[in-house]
């Protein structure tokens, strides 16, 4: 495993300062009897250990001990909240960029299971962590720029004919490609959301990423507009007419909103399809720093983050996003301005 050990000093010399109090007072340790009889790691049946693959895979005994590191007196963990804690947690292993909420890491890092444990653990027993406590490691990733083989340039639907054959073995072996300025002229309605759906808010307290300073959220489109580029697309990666056929209900397109400072963290999106793994983001701002898309994965040990910078309002990213393949998407911190982008072939 790819990980950097590090203490955690303060955590430490707090740590021993609780010790001596809890030594001063004798009868309240004694009386206290059940906070002893605690093992390390906690135990349970019931708690979901972390999925065997995906970019977490391997990381249980990091997590639990990162979370025995986590300072109860700052005020993000007197939140109490599950997904606010695994963030923190995650954070200390250098993996705060991963959604706790989605597939696959739904029920393993949320309510009820693996954390709300380790947080009653540490709760009863006094913030004192057991004198094992592994040190904090952090997991190493390695972060790569796309090469040129998988930037395309012009009009998508002319780009894709021309270079399907070679796209389709780079979104094999880099899971992303870029076609920059692949859209011109889109419609002015391209952009608006349907009036009766709720935004699903981009934030901390979900685990699918931090709102930023203005309000973050993705809601579904309605302009017919993306239906025609999602069935040019799908015209221009199926050459059969019959996986056309299969796939051509599998149409959404979302709005994108992000606000400054707002993060979209990894994830994959349910996606089921086989005959076409794919989905795809358009940018559509510009005066914005920051906020690069990437696809993160985990081969062996090792956890790789493809970085695509989308620049130009028009710019597609079309990336692997089956949830039974080891590809992650996500979006790194806008730092400043605001970004809007719209996804395509979002799972239903
Ligand atoms: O905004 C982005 O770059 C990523 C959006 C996303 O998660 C998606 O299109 O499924
Ligand atoms: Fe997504």
Known sequence: MGVTRRSNNKRNSKSKKQKTSKHASTSESLAD?????????????????LPLDGLLAGLDELLWSAMAHIDPQTSKHQQKKCQV????????????????NTHPYRTALGKGNKYALAMEFFERNKWNPPASLPEIQKVEVVD????????FEGSYQHVIQKNIKVMQRELETNGVILIRNAFSNVPEN????????????????????IAGETKSYYADATSDYWIKVQNHILRG????????????????????????????????????????????????????????FYVAFKEESTITRRIVKLENKGDMVIFAASKKSKYFHGMMRVTKGERSAVGLFQPK
Not at 144 to 151: A, N, R, V
Not at 190 to 209: D, E, V, Y
């Open 33 to 49: 009897t059940s906070t002893k009889q605690l093992s390390w790691p906690p135990t349970d049946p019931s708690a979901k250990p």
């Open 85 to 100: 804690f695994s963030r923190e947690a995650l954070n200390l292993i250098g993996m705060g960029w991963v959604a706790t």
């Open 144 to 151: 790569k720029e796309l090469t040129k083989s998988s930037i």
């Open 237 to 292: 990666f199926l050459c059969d007419n019959d996986c056309f056929e299969q796939v051509k209900g599998n149409k959404k397109a979302i709005i994108l909103k992000y606000g400054q400072g707002a993060e979209n963290h990894a994830h994959q999106d349910n996606n089921q399809c086989d005959i076409f793994p794919y989905q795809a983001t358009v940018l559509f701002s510009e005066n914005f720093e920051g906020g690069e």
């Open 190 to 209: 391209a952009l608006s959301m349907k009036t009766n759906c709720t935004p699903t808010k981009i934030q901390q307290t979900t685990g699918n990423g």
